[in-house]
């Protein structure tokens, strides 16, 4: 029996948004226009990027597990950048400044803006900053990391609803992206958009963090927003049709599966193995619900994506003579 | 337009643009026109001119160009005979004068005139722009204040810099009045002028007060993306600044030409002009967003009615009282023992009252204490209390009122060692000895509502007072007042019928869980959670135009009786994603609205009664139709239309729409005592006016039966009518 496809067209397409300008090696998500991975009816310029998340100080509440791939590199950004893109592949890092939060270090905006400093000379793939969380620590740390690395197309994580203007106005001022986080929630998406697109930041350069849950908490209503936000998106709303950032790997090493140790709940097995299956679960469902960036705390976790992705799109993303990241891959007749 | 001004700021004008041409003639004679000229640390060549002629000027020839184009804007310079001054006119000449001020401040140097010395600083580096700049954008400075001139003596100097050092207002100086400054009387003061202090002394020339417009204009340029050009780049540049950076201009001491000119230019930007001489103003909104020049303002009103000329919303971080406050605190009790001090409950009269005034009549931030304070009274003490508010605002409206009053309760819960229940008459307060003992005040519950009601409601609150009446007389003298208030507010509010507006409000808020569901909200039928009527709605909308609650045109008629409209159904297809193509806001059976899940009570229909229970999301127990609230929730739950179940507001039930189309409130054979306790009186009222005689004893309760079958038969007995009105599908 033949299966006959009418392919879906749709009004709307997602914006492209590319990633990293001057030193770096931009990497461009985005611009595809059917639903996630329905590569049989659409075409998406671009697969899904992997980030791998690296700290300003050492996160000491990551669990053993998922410290044990960075052993010896925690809390030196520089030299774990390194890692991450040397050795473990990631086509784009997360900055987390967790060191800057007043209750966790309060490193200064200057510390801040050295480590990111530290880690754009080591590394030249794109680079998402994310400070300790909204408020006026944060917006001081985002300013002047936005001020000290200008033209590098950094990505400035996150802008909210209550609090937009200031890194709206240095993501402007100094040519990066911005992600705007959204709490689960589309209407608020696109309210913060709107308020984004009028403080003059060019959407081509916003990313949406829908916010989301790990398997097991709350990770369906992440899918069923996303998925509203992407109908959205196609249906042709200009405000919704950025691509989706979700930072996975915070999330799933959350929960109470990937955290505790085999002795205590014999049943459950290798915490290793558990823990990752709860990241490569988490991102795999939200990939299927359209995340375009999905950042990521495992080595091993970014490694069986990637193999998942290279199984659906084809090959190994391959770098054209510009240094664009071209991991381009069109509807083929092999694949109808 | 005044006539005066306009032919002051023509002839200012004219004369500048000659300043200007001769300092460059004299410049180009001594300097090679390749001379770079421009300012210290800056990108952006001479700001105003790159800002209004889209070109940079980088060396002295460039700057005949520019010249060149303010002579060519100023009109005619007007004589007793000739009289064309308008507002157009006048506004040229102003940005004339900016781009001849800019070119002879940029000369200056040439000529060997320094633009920084003594305590002067001269034009400011993107540097500073950077760390400072961006404080206008995103609204940690609520704005600028370009004060020009001097004040009468020190003392008023220092104490105008403080009151605006006060809001948080960056205060630039510049210009002089016979040879008087500012910037000297606060020197003369000991006052630290920099740009730590916020006192950015520019030049003792009214052309060096340009350099507070560029510094408007780089933020436009840096902050807001924007990009020099033509005409229309311009007007994004103006635009920009008249959106976003909360400037004024305070004239101080005489006007001269140039004065109105430079005024001129500033309105340009939509930037006020707020004098403290008598010169003439200009009131009705044009280009700035409300009056243009304001005039024979006293030195200590300067800052205010600055503040609420241009539109400059405040917002207070830290409310200034003596003990912790946020939502966290909100469910707190202060027990019997705790007690400092107690208004109302049932011991005394204790109300609260909020009215809304013309602008002249609130004078913002005062609150005061009429009687005694909490210290005059012995510990315990049981008091009188009127809590009596005023408020004004551009955008306020008679309507919002109750809205805002409602506000009181959670205001006034938040403060730690506060204890406040109840509403309009029905007040309970108290406050505890920890509170007491830490400092909290009477006083303070003003301090409270005054910085909540211009922080959470900034668009339609500009100005409060608050006044605290402790004892009797002055409490029962305002009674009267607010009874009558409440009483025509129900009134007004009883009279808004569906029919009598043109547009219904929606509610997407709860999209988030249920994604497909929106409320439409109709002045007789409120959302489903209770918290939203169409007052809400409205109000909701002013304030925020991007929020969840957005203004519905009803549209033609589809069916009166079910309550359809063409507008309503093509919203409701959009906002429900395609999921739903119609609406009925009186039917509970066909086309009934989505319910998304935080509805207080649950209406559904009793087969086998021609009737309909209503039951409530306290009520734990059975009901006739078998299930329990939760299950109920369940089927109704989730954003679905489901015929014959519908969430509900409780007070929905004694609307006269409500579920107009299937029979109305006579289909209601059961509910529970909570909600019959909750409707109270105006239950049986509405009861009474269907014309049922005994109808309201006839609604069964969970102490009559909580099954299908005994309730049938108790409708049989009492002769329900709903027995008659035969089944509802
Ligand atoms: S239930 Fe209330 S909050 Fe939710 S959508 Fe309806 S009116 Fe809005």
Not at chain 2, 111 to 123: K, N, Q, V
Request: one cysteine or more.
């Amino acid at each position: 029996m033949s299966l006959d496809l009418k392919p879906k067209k749709w009004a709307g397409a997602l914006r492209e948004v590319t990633l990293g300008a001057g030193s770096r090696r931009p990497v461009a998500v985005g611009g595809g226009n059917g639903l996630p991975l329905h590569t049989f009816e659409a075409a998406f310029p671009h697969r899904p990027a992997l980030a791998l998340e690296i700290t300003d100080v050492d996160p000491v509440r990551w669990v053993e597990s998922v410290r044990q791939p960075w052993e010896g590199v925690l809390g030196r950004p520089a030299e774990a950048a390194r890692r991450a893109v040397a050795d473990f592949g990631a086509d784009l890092l997360l900055v987390h400044l967790m060191g800057t939060h007043t209750d966790r270090g309060n490193r200064s905006p200057e510390q801040a803006a050295a480590d990111v400093g530290a880690v754009l000379e080591a590394v030249n793939v794109p680079l998402i900053v994310k400070g300790p969380g909204a408020g006026q620590k944060q917006n001081t740390v985002l300013a002047r990391v936005a001020e000290d690395c200008r033209g590098e197309g950094l990505a400035l994580h996150s802008a909210t609803n209550e609090d937009y203007k200031t890194l709206a106005a240095v993501a402007v001022a100094y040519g990066h992206a911005l992600v705007g986080e959204s709490p689960i929630d589309v209407n608020m998406a696109k309210q913060l958009n709107i308020l984004l697109a009028d403080s003059n930041v060019d959407l081509n350069r916003v990313l949406i963090d829908p916010l989301t849950g790990g398997l097991g908490y709350g990770l369906e209503y992440s899918y069923s927003v996303m998925e509203r936000i992407r109908l959205a998106a196609l249906g042709g709303d200009a405000m919704l049709n950025c691509p989706i950032v979700c930072l996975v790997g915070e999330e799933a090493w959350k929960a109470k599966e990937a955290k505790v140790p085999a002795d205590k709940e014999p049943l459950w097995g290798s915490q290793r193995e558990r823990g990752i299956h709860w990241e490569v679960a988490t991102a795999m469902t939200l990939i299927e619900a359209g995340a375009e960036v999905v950042v990521l705390r495992h080595p091993e976790t970014l490694d069986r994506i990637r193999k998942q992705l290279d199984s659906w799109f084809g090959s190994e993303p391959s770098h054209d003579r510009e240094g664009v990241v071209q991991n381009s891959f069109r509807a083929t007749d092999e694949h109808r | 337009m005044s006539r005066i001004i306009a032919s002051a700021a023509i002839r200012g004008g004219h004369a500048c643009v000659r300043r200007a041409e001769t300092m460059l003639a004299e410049a180009l004679g001594r300097h090679n026109r390749n001379t770079a000229i421009g300012f210290p640390s800056t990108a952006y060549a001479l700001p105003i001119i790159l800002a209004l002629t889209g070109k940079r000027v980088e060396k002295l020839g460039d700057l005949e160009e520019a010249v060149g184009a303010a002579r060519s804007w100023l009109p005619a310079e007007p004589t007793e005979k000739l009289w064309l001054p308008y507002l157009g006119g006048a506004l040229d000449a102003g940005a004339a004068t900016l781009v001849a001020q800019e070119a002879i401040e940029a000369l200056k140097p040439l000529h060997g005139i320094p633009l920084e010395f003594d305590y002067w600083l001269g034009p400011t580096t993107d540097g500073i722009l950077r760390e400072q700049g961006i404080k206008l954008v995103d609204g940690r400075m609520p704005g600028f204040a370009a004060c020009v001139g001097a004040l009468p003596d020190d003392e008023t100097a220092e104490q105008l810099a403080r009151d605006l050092q006060e809001r948080n207002l960056l205060v630039f100086m510049g210009a002089n009045c016979a040879g008087e400054t500012m910037a000297a009387q606060l020197n003369r003061r000991g006052v630290q002028m920099n740009w730590e202090t916020f006192l950015v002394p520019y030049g003792p020339d009214t052309s060096s007060i340009v350099h507070a417009l560029g510094f408007a204009c780089r933020a436009a340029f840096t902050f807001g993306g924007l990009k020099p050009g033509g005409l229309e780049e311009t007007r994004e540049i103006l635009l920009y600044n008249q959106r976003r950076v909360f400037a004024f201009v305070l004239a101080l001491g005489e006007v001269d030409d140039e004065k109105y000119a430079t005024a001129a230019g500033a309105i340009n930007f939509g930037f006020p002009v707020i004098a403290d001489t008598d010169i003439p103003e200009i009131l009705p909104s044009g280009i700035c967003t409300y009056e243009h020049v304001v005039s024979n303002v006293a030195h200590r009103d300067m800052p205010a009615r600055a503040v609420e000329v241009r539109g400059v919303k405040i917002h207070t971080v830290e409310i200034p009282i003596p003990v912790r406050h946020g939502p966290a605190f909100e469910g707190e009790r202060v027990r019997r023992e705790e007690v400092a001090i107690e208004f109302g409950g049932k011991y005394t009269r204790c109300f609260e009252y909020l009215a809304s005034r013309p602008m002249d009549q609130v004078q913002d931030g005062l609150i005061r204490v009429v009687g005694p304070e909490i210290g005059d009274v012995p510990e315990g003490a049981r008091l009188p209390l009127a809590i009596f508010v005023e408020v004004a605002g551009r955008k306020m409206q008679p309507e919002f009122e109750s809205i805002l009053e409602r506000h009181i309760h959670s205001f006034l819960s938040e403060p730690m060692g506060v204890m406040h229940l109840g509403q309009r008459d029905t007040v309970w307060l108290r406050i505890s000895k920890k509170a007491r003992d830490a400092g909290f005040r009477i006083e303070h519950l003003g301090t409270v509502l005054l910085h909540k009601l211009r922080n959470d409601f900034p668009a339609i609150v500009d100005k409060v007072q608050v006044t605290l009446f402790t004892e009797s007389a002055g409490v029962e003298e305002l009674y009267p007042t607010a009874a009558a208030a409440y009483q025509s507010r129900d009134e007004r509010m009883g009279a808004l019928t569906d029919e009598r507006v043109e547009i219904f409000y929606s509610c997407a808020l709860c999209q988030s869980y249920a994604p497909n569901h929106v409320c439409i909200i109709t002045p007789e039928r409120l959302g489903l959670c209770g918290a939203y009527n169409w007052l809400d709605g409205k109000a909701a909308y002013e304030i925020n135009p991007h929020g969840g609650n957005l203004p519905v045109r009803k549209g033609d008629s589809v069916d009166p009786v079910l309550g359809q409209w063409k507008g309503i159904n093509d919203f409701i297809r959009n906002a429900s994603n395609g999921a739903f193509e119609r609406f009925s806001a009186y039917s509970m059976i066909t086309d009934p609205m989505t319910s998304c899940g935080c509805f207080e009570c649950i209406a559904c229909i009793l087969p086998g009664t021609g009737g309909i229970m209503i039951v409530d999301r306290e009520y734990a127990g059975e009901t006739p139709v078998g299930m329990t609230f939760s299950s109920l929730a369940e089927m109704t739950g989730g954003g679905q239309q489901t015929p014959g179940f519908i969430g509900i507001g409780t007070i929905y039930a004694l609307s006269r729409k409500f579920i107009s189309a299937d029979g109305g409130l006579a289909r209601l054979v059961w509910t529970t005592t909570r909600i019959k306790q909750k409707l109270g009186d105006r239950l049986r009222q509405r009861c009474e006016e269907l014309g049922k005689p005994g109808f309201y004893e006839k609604i069964a309760d969970e102490t009559v039966c909580t099954e299908l079958e005994p309730l049938i038969e108790y409708l049989a007995t009492v002769e329900h009518p709903a027995l008659e009105m035969g089944e509802m599908v």
